[in-house]
């Protein structure tokens, strides 16, 4: 259709979200539409099947261009590499049925206020909303842009104070019931797909349309037996398909179903507090939150009160979440930027759980509906399990490029339909799904499971897996390893608790015991392991406070902390938790507001070593800190850092902003926290790295425990040097830079370095590891090189291997990075903060089984890392058995080909039970059982091809349709050589008493071919031997064993399959039984011939072998002619590689660069379509 569009035409939807698309605008014409149903009738329903396989033309056809606000249809295109077609009828909503309920007007000032989407949606004076739903998600036109835009959501330009005004008080019942209408229900409706729409939707894929095109030939050719047994089988495949889909549809349905029907409380603007059913909710309700255990219906901004809330389902993580109000303010920026605490800390997330809702002194807890339905982040992951991104593997490709190629270019005279359907094996689907199902199967056995089974394949081609730290690598939790004190005369003797000595009384004991986020519930204490293990630690007990415990500003039921009764020399009853400003991995800190009984008002802080001493007086830190800190860090303990400061008793704590308490503090000591490693992560990691798979740590943690971890896990060894990349942002005068610096084993650095280092590898004995050196960065210096050093990013990425303190959505972009360099990416997580590249990654492994792993097309039970060598070896196998199956049908099908088209040539074919015998006693047989191998339990440095158009396996194919084609024609003429040939007599074998008449009993076709009206000849019966014989030889040879499956041998079904077809076809041609010839259509040959015909197969076998094994899986040869023609390979990361092994100034040690004002750096581009790697491996 070209680039050209008529004005208004055409626009983005979804601007610069992941599901951004093209939108075009298109008007039904009458005429059109009757000319494309006379069509259909006269093509007999090929036209809309063609359609329905090709959207965009089905509208091209039917409809004119036009301007999307004339358009009565529109167009939909996705702006990735996959540019998928879809069509959506624009609907109208009217809102004339309201003006009955409470008289609505065009000029009502309910929808005169043209400041929201709502509003300028309405089309005025008839009150009517155009609209169109994709992928759930209602879009409404905006008049007044004169756009389509997403509704079902809070504005997100509305400040704080504006939520607080325009929603603080509820809707009225007219502006819900507008918003009700426009907006759609709240809910979350998965509805179980029918049986028989799936059914519709399997048949109709393209395979199966073949197959039918088939079985119709066959029926008209009196070639009922295959036909029927073809039927059969695409039968039960497709009954397979259509009872897995069905099963994922009730799981799915069944997962959201509870969401749709919860009872809230929803505060109406002059109607008061009202019980509703969630369905009901619109963006802008004001929910009323009272008890505890409450299912959240919907995405809601915290306006007053806090809570705590499990994000389970979101995060993967059953760790409370404290959720503080988002307060009013007179700023007008949007409510998402107005502080630098991230903005999600206010947010209670629809299908998380509400704990406990803590009511402030103003009054009840009360949140803003921000999202309903489809829009909120509980929508958004069912969608995106719904409508997953497509995976534009090579192999599924090139399968439908191979098909075309086995078709015949030239139209055989007689029977060309046949020959096609011949060329192209109509059990070819069934094939290619029998490896990935046993592939599954096997996976299964082992606690992984699978909810994208195409992706087995995709296993295969991994060469990068990014792992995170806490919970994957290392163990969930945190062993309390001691405390370091300190004092104005600097760090003082660390505190063990492995003693029993309990801690003296002081700030540190008192910050210990109040600065966390933990929670009582049902009188068990819950929250964060690290929170909790250092509470244990004081062995102090937790309270709610009574209804007779009053301080100044402080709620009734307040958390206290007190000393237990055994612990003395305690002069404070308990402590008081006045406030809390929650921990962010932004941030990298908490703080908390507390009152001493009959004490002082002071506040604690703790968090990141170095955050928390940049908030600390200098003084108060120890010179020593950065040594100190780097002894515990270099050990791989986790680090955290403790600091107080007193408070002025007369102000309100809500009074105090987090600037204002996280000043001035005084550092109280270090508390050393011990993360051990998973027994399995070594040895793991060991495997991988000398499979030559790169292997990569992502983590929210300081980077140089994550870089010791490294070290003791085996990614980075101990002798390997460590550079420091940092990355500054642009301040004031100076512009944005970046630093490298070599860094020997506890050197001490500045301050704010410590968070910042990387690992060089020297050894050249490195097992083809990429580099002899790696890189490792904090997520800080990854943000400032994405945006000022982008033509660094490549270059760093090829040797980056720790990244540390990344957010979750540095995560995902980082993977989308390393996809760009034609990397096939795995990312193996626990499902906490890794959801976005789990989904993002080639290949996502979620070791949580929370709801959150949903998204993850794989997800294992046993929660460490074995599952991803694993899974590759299960990929590798998978991926070598399509191949073996592509090779092994395509060879079939051409055996049969060159026997019919030589027997053509003597207007001769194969009988009906000779096409029987080889497509069911033969082919089928052998495609089910030949994919029963296992993966080979050792994973080898290389990777199977990742292409079927690769040389070694069109070279394989192609030789030995050569060598069939050549012992064909070879039998052919030899047997018209024969001195037996030319008697007239049909037979000649010595039987006795068997008369010639009774050997050549016309067949059950009632075709006649030939002049002697039968298929019987002795071209026939050499021909029909050496192919069925061939059939046999072909799926032995490729049927590959090493290196990535278990060896033949051990597949003992196949190999007695095979013994038992190669015996039955030897009886056959040795057994002289005139009634099964006959069945078969078969002549008597001398026994000498038929020692020929084994003769020529054992040549023809020998040859092949010593083909397939000398040259096609001979690696050192391909090696070789790659160097010999000078190949070089087009994947972005080997280009990379190459360029950066030949630049002697890189990396840049010891020095510091600066980014140019204009913006320099930004002009090297380097992408490749994420899913596509150009990669030709052999």
């Not at 048949?203 to 050719?221: A, G, H, T």
């Not at 908390?592 to 070593?609: H, N, S, T």
């Not at 425990?705 to 085996?714: E, L, Q």
């Not at 929660?863 to 590798?876: D, F, H, M, S, T």
Request: glycine share 6%; net charge neutral.
């Amino acid at each position: 259709m070209g680039d050209h569009f008529e004005k208004g035409q055409h626009a983005l939807l979804n601007e610069g979200e992941e599901n951004e698309m093209e939108v075009f605008g298109y008007r039904t014409q009458g005429c059109r539409q009757i000319l494309c149903l006379a069509a259909s009738v006269i093509s007999l329903g090929i036209l809309p099947l063609v359609f329905y396989w090709r959207p965009a033309w089905h509208v091209w056809a039917n409809c004119a261009p036009c301007s999307l606000q004339e358009a009565d249809v529109v167009l939909l295109r996705t702006t990735d590499e996959f540019q998928i077609y879809s069509w959506k009828k624009v609907m109208w909503i009217h809102l004339s049925a309201l003006s009955s309920t409470f008289g609505l007007t065009p000029d009502h000032p309910l929808i005169t206020d043209e400041e929201y989407i709502i509003n300028r949606a309405i089309r005025k004076p008839d009150l009517k909303v155009r609209c169109i739903k994709v992928q759930k998600i209602r879009y409404v036109w905006n008049n007044l842009e004169g756009q389509f835009q997403k509704i079902g959501s809070l504005e997100d330009w509305l400040s704080s104070a504006k939520i607080h005004l325009k929603f603080g008080s509820g809707l009225t019942r007219e502006e819900q019931e507008i918003r009700r209408l426009i907006c759609g229900p709240n809910t979350i409706d998965v509805e179980i797909t029918p049986i028989w729409k799936l059914l519709i939707k399997e048949v109709l894929n393209p395979f199966y349309i073949f197959q039918l095109f088939s079985v119709c030939l066959w029926f008209s050719e009196d070639y009922k037996e295959y036909a029927f047994a073809i039927i059969i089988m695409s039968i039960i495949s497709i009954a397979l398909t259509v009872y897995d889909l069905r099963e994922q549809s009730v799981k799915l349905h069944h997962l959201v179903e509870s969401h749709n029907s919860i009872t809230v409380s929803v505060c109406e603007r002059n109607a008061g507090v009202q019980e509703l059913e969630s369905r009901f909710l619109v963006p802008g309700d004001l929910l009323i939150l009272t008890g505890n255990k409450v299912q959240m219906p919907c995405d809601a901004v915290l306006i007053d009160g806090s809570c705590v809330v499990d994000e389970g389902m979101l995060t993967g993580e059953s760790i409370p979440v404290t959720k503080t109000p988002l307060l009013k303010t007179d700023s007008s920026a949007p409510w998402k930027t107005q502080s630098e605490v991230d903005y999600k800390r206010h947010v209670l997330f629809c299908g998380t759980e509400v704990i406990q809702a803590k009511a402030a002194c103003s009054g009840p807890v009360r949140a803003v509906v921000l999202q309903t339905g489809f829009n909120t982040a509980k929508g958004d992951l069912v969608r995106s399990i719904l409508y997953p991104k497509p995976m534009n593997f090579k192999l599924y490709r090139d399968a439908i490029r191979f098909l075309l190629c086995l078709e015949s270019p030239e139209e055989v005279v007689k029977k060309a339909l046949d020959v096609i359907t011949i060329a192209v094996p109509p059990a070819l689907p069934a094939a290619l799904t029998t490896g990935i199902i046993y592939a599954q199967r096997r996976l299964k056995k082992r606690g992984i499971f699978c909810i994208s089974p195409q992706r087995i394949n995709v296993c295969g081609q991994l060469n990068l897996v990014c792992f995170d730290k806490t919970g994957t690598l290392t163990r969930d939790g945190l062993d309390l390893w001691g405390v370091v004190p300190c004092d104005r005369n600097g760090f003082q003797e660390i505190h063990s608790f492995d003693s029993g000595k309990a801690l003296p009384w002081g700030p540190l004991c008192a910050a210990m015991a109040s600065c966390h986020s933990l929670i009582l519930l049902n009188g068990t204490i819950q929250g964060d392991p690290l929170d909790l293990k250092m509470f244990e630690a004081t062995t102090w007990e937790m309270a709610i406070s009574a209804d007779d415990f009053h301080i100044k500003g402080v709620p009734a039921h307040a958390m206290v902390v007190k000393p237990c009764k055994t612990a003395s020399q305690v002069p404070v009853e308990g402590i008081a938790i006045l406030h809390q400003f929650p921990f962010s991995s932004a941030l990298q800190r908490m703080t908390v507001i507390v009152q001493e009984m009959g004490g002082d008002r002071l506040a604690f802080m703790k968090g990141a070593p170095e955050r928390v001493a940049g908030f600390c007086q200098p003084e108060t830190v120890p010179t020593s800190f950065v040594s100190e800190l780097q002894i515990y860090t270099t050990r791989g303990f986790r680090v955290i850092a403790l600091a107080y400061k007193k408070l002025e008793t007369d102000h309100h704590t809500t009074a105090l902003t987090r600037e204002k308490v996280e000043s001035d503090l005084i550092f109280l000591g270090l508390l050393i926290l011990e993360n051990r490693l998973k027994e399995e992560t070594k040895p793991v990691l060991e495997e991988l790295i000398s499979a030559q798979i790169r292997t990569v740590m992502i983590t929210g943690d300081n980077l140089q425990t994550a870089i010791t971890v490294a070290r003791k896990s085996g990614m980075v060894s101990e002798s390997q040097k460590v550079i420091l990349i940092e990355a500054n942002e642009t301040t004031g005068s100076s512009s944005a830079s970046i630093s490298w610096k070599l860094v020997e084993e506890k050197k001490h650095v500045a301050l704010g370095n410590q968070d910042n280092y990387i690992n060089i590898r020297e050894e050249k004995s490195d097992n083809g590891r990429e580099g002899s050196y790696h890189f490792a960065l904090s997520g800080k210096s990854f943000h400032v090189i994405s945006q000022h050093f982008s033509s660094l990013l490549p270059k760093i990425l090829i040797n980056g291997t720790i990244f540390a303190r990344m957010s979750p959505g540095q995560k995902s972009s980082l993977v989308e990075e390393f996809q760009k360099l034609d990397y096939f990416v795995g990312m193996c997580g626990d499902g906490a903060n890794d959801c976005g590249a789990l989904k993002m990654a080639h290949v996502g492994i979620s070791l949580s089984e929370q709801e959150a792993s949903v998204a993850s097309p794989f997800t294992s039970k046993t929660p460490n890392i074995e599952c991803v060598p694993q899974l590759i070896k299960e990929g590798r196998a998978a991926l070598v058995t399509s191949f073996c199956m592509f090779k092994y049908m395509a060879l079939y099908s051409m055996i049969q080909y060159v026997g019919v088209l030589l027997l053509y040539w003597e207007t001769n074919s194969l009988s009906n039970y000779q096409f029987l015998f080889q497509d069911l006693a033969i082919t089928t047989l052998i495609g089910v059982t030949m994919n029963l191998n296992g993966a080979y339990p050792k994973l080898v440095p290389f990777r199977p091809a990742g292409r079927l158009i690769s040389p070694p396996l069109l070279l394989s194919v192609i030789l030995n349709i050569l060598l069939s084609l050549a012992m064909h024609i070879m039998g052919f003429i030899l047997v018209q050589k024969q001195p037996w040939y030319s008697m007239e007599l049909h037979s000649a074998c010595t039987v006795q008493n068997q008369s010639t008449s009774k050997l050549t009993i016309v067949p059950t076709t009632p075709e006649k071919i030939g002049s002697n009206g039968a298929f019987a000849s002795f071209e026939n019966t050499t021909v029909w031997f050496l192919g069925t014989i061939n059939c046999i030889i072909v799926a032995l040879i490729f049927s590959k064993g090493k290196p990535f499956r278990q060896p033949t041998y051990t597949n003992y079904v196949f190999v007695l399959v095979l013994i038992m077809q190669l015996g039955v076809c030897l009886f056959i041609l040795f057994a002289d039984i005139p009634e099964l010839y006959r069945y078969l259509d078969l002549l008597c040959t001398p026994v000498l011939w038929r020692v020929y015909i084994l003769v020529m197969l054992s040549s023809n076998f020998i040859v092949s072998l010593v083909v397939e094994e000398a040259i096609i899986e001979n690696r050192a040869l391909w090696t070789a002619i790659k160097r010999c023609f000078g190949y070089r390979s087009k994947s972005q990361y080997r280009i990379w590689q190459k360029n950066l092994a030949n630049d002697s100034s890189w990396p840049p040690l010891n020095q510091i660069s600066y980014s140019d004002v204009s913006g320099c750096g930004r002009g090297v581009s380097y992408s490749n379509p994420v899913f596509e790697s150009n990669e030709e491996q052999l």
